[in-house]
């Protein structure tokens, strides 16, 4: 074996937590290689950060406010993404499950709980000063294990290890720019730092790549994915709880959560009907695929925002139109059909009918915006329509397995 190649452990996994072992990189042709407990714990505390952005993003659209909203959440939500990514591929490659590495991991859990507090002030009052600091504890303690991984390797995989710790310092120093500009400029810095941020793994592994292993990423993935319309589900259904308190319009209420339910259960059948772990045998195929998950995940959270404001607009606590508070649900709903299809699922499709499925399924649900009070209901018809074309076309011509 040569020094660049993965060493994978032993007996093909972690280990029962020893205090410290050599933190060498994990093999990609590993067998059974599955999310651990430690990880599963880790995706939990970060959708705590995923609601209190929807909860925000809920305020905004309620109160008529949709461009702060929007902009709003789509950086908040790029920094709970982000720091998810840097530990989800790093996981995949370094994972020691040693007493270090899982004490290093709690820690960056503390700084995602901290960035949680400090989004409603990002929200608010453009105030990142919580949120920058909470990244600093969660880079600090990803760099230390970048740091370990290259102590424990040499050659190319140990600067692979060295560009990764350097580019994160960097770039947490880049971010100070929310805490010492001008407002007006801040969005266009947090453009720069997010394109720079997602360069680093690009250049870091430019000459070696890490040892992530595809089966693991996949699941990782998809297991967040379940996290996330869980916590959709989870915010419709206290939005109902709360209508029915204060109003007795169930005839409004129940299509509006049946047409939500159904296009969050649309939402899990579509994502998880392809193998695309069978996609990923490249930094150039994953590195796309799985940037392209900030549109799939953040569009997946935002339904369940939008399933709110629909429902404080039918009971009157929402200060839009009923065309505006349809768009918050049709919108991310069709963005999430659209992105899972270019990102996800056109690597497995056979043929044009097969292809053509969700782009046309985006358009339909976004048209069902102009339905008044049952946009919602018909969002969620029209998604089911599309897991029954789905189902029925791949029975005619089985989709494409890729080797």
Sequence with gaps: MSEDAPRPLPDGGPPHSPVLRRMAGRGREEEHRAATPLELFFDL??????AVA???LVHALAEGHAAHGVLGYLMTFFTIWWAWMNFTWFASAYDTDDVLYRVVTLVQIAGVLILSAGIPRAFDDNDFTVVWFGYLVMRLALVSQWLRAAFSTTGAERRTALKYAAGVCLCQVGWLGLLFLPDGAKPWVFLAMALLEMAVPTFAEMTRQTAWHP?????????????????????????????????????????MAAGGLLLIFAAFWIYFAVPIHL????NRQAFLWGYGHYIVFGSAAAIGAG???????????????????????????ALFLFSVWLVHSRHYKRGTAQQLVLPVSALAVLACTFAGGNAVLLAGLVAA?????????????????EA
């Design 307 to 333: 399933i709110e404001v629909a429902i404080e607009q039918a009971v009157g606590k929402a200060h839009v139109s009923t065309f505006a508070a349809s768009s918050t649900v049709t919108i991310p709903g």
């Design 45 to 50: 505390c970060f959708v705590v950060a995923v």
């Design 215 to 255: 089966h693991h990423i996949a699941e990782r993935y998809g297991l967040f994915t379940i996290i996330v319309l869980g916590e959709t589900v989870a915010a419709a259904t206290v939005a109902v709880q709360s209508a029915l308190e204060e109003s007795e319009a169930l005839d409004e209420l129940l299509p």
């Design 279 to 282: 996609h990923l045998a490249s």
């Design 54 to 56: 929807g909860r925000e």
């Design 385 to 401: 329509a599309t897991v029954v074309t789905g189902v029925w076309l791949s029975t005619r011509n089985p989709p494409l397995a």
